[in-house]
């Protein structure tokens, strides 16, 4: 009940296509769901995130759609860039105001190609 | 941009050995994790720690795994008895409030031979 998983596992998009990265749950528990990125060689870090009060949320090229009666949400990237290839990773907590832990999916490699 | 450092960014040990990662994390976060990803696979939650205490921690983080924040800044994962297994990247991770806004260090890549 604690996992997320994601799909696709790898993703390979033309430069300026839309990179589409999806993710279930099922702990109705969650209520906050990041978005993270990570390069070979660092650690992940904060793309974009979202709580189930509001369907989408945009930070420029960035978006997340989230569903919450099919327990699904996803990020886009338009105008896909090569400098957007990277690992993908979705995540989901319970926040309740303590240091709760994120459960992270297994990861997107996408690769934008030139 | 403020950052977590670790150190040290690899580290070989035997396997029986005893091994100390260490975190700085960002001076004026409050929650402290530890997280680690075996190669390829996906990253798992270890620990947190708020306030000097243990606040949750997962399945992994057994008797042979300790945390201590010793000096006020820095944050250490202690691995008693290192098994193959163990081998994996292990990210420090600091936020302001709980959950939200974590920064991941560039972790440190531990393996046991």
């Known amino acids: 009940q604690q996992q997320v998983k994601q799909s696709p596992q790898s993703l390979i998009v033309q430069k300026g296509g839309i990179s589409i990265i999806n993710c279930a749950y099922e702990n109705t528990a969650f209520d906050y769901f990041p978005w993270y990125q990570q390069f070979p060689g660092k650690g992940p870090a904060l793309l974009i995130a979202?709580?189930?009060?509001?369907s989408e949320k945009k930070e420029g090229r960035f978006t997340i759609s989230f569903n919450k009666s099919a327990k699904q949400f996803s990020l886009h990237i338009m105008d896909s860039q090569p400098g957007d290839s990277a690992t993908y990773f979705c995540?989901?907590?319970?926040?309740?105001?303590?240091?709760?832990?994120?459960?992270f999916g297994k990861g997107t490699h996408l690769i934008i190609q030139p | 941009e403020p950052e977590v450092t670790q150190t040290p960014s690899h580290q070989v040990t035997q396997m029986g050995q005893e091994v100390i990662l260490r975190c700085v994390p960002i001076s004026n976060h409050l929650y402290f994790y530890w997280y680690r990803q075996i190669l390829g696979q996906k990253v798992e939650f270890l620990v947190s720690?708020?306030?000097?205490?243990?606040?949750?921690k997962s399945e992994i983080f057994d008797d042979q795994f300790s945390v201590e924040r010793p000096d006020g800044s820095n944050f250490t994962l202690k691995i008693r008895s290192t098994k193959l297994e163990d081998s994996a990247m292990y990210f420090c991770?600091?936020?302001?409030?709980?959950?939200?806004?974590?920064?991941f260090g560039s972790g440190t890549r531990l393996t046991v031979v």
């Open positions: 979202i709580r189930p009060d509001v």
């Open positions: 720690f708020y306030n000097n205490e243990i606040s949750e």
């Open positions: 995540a989901a907590s319970m926040t309740g105001g303590g240091a709760d832990g994120l459960t």
């Open positions: 991770a600091s936020s302001v409030e709980g959950s939200h806004g974590y920064t």
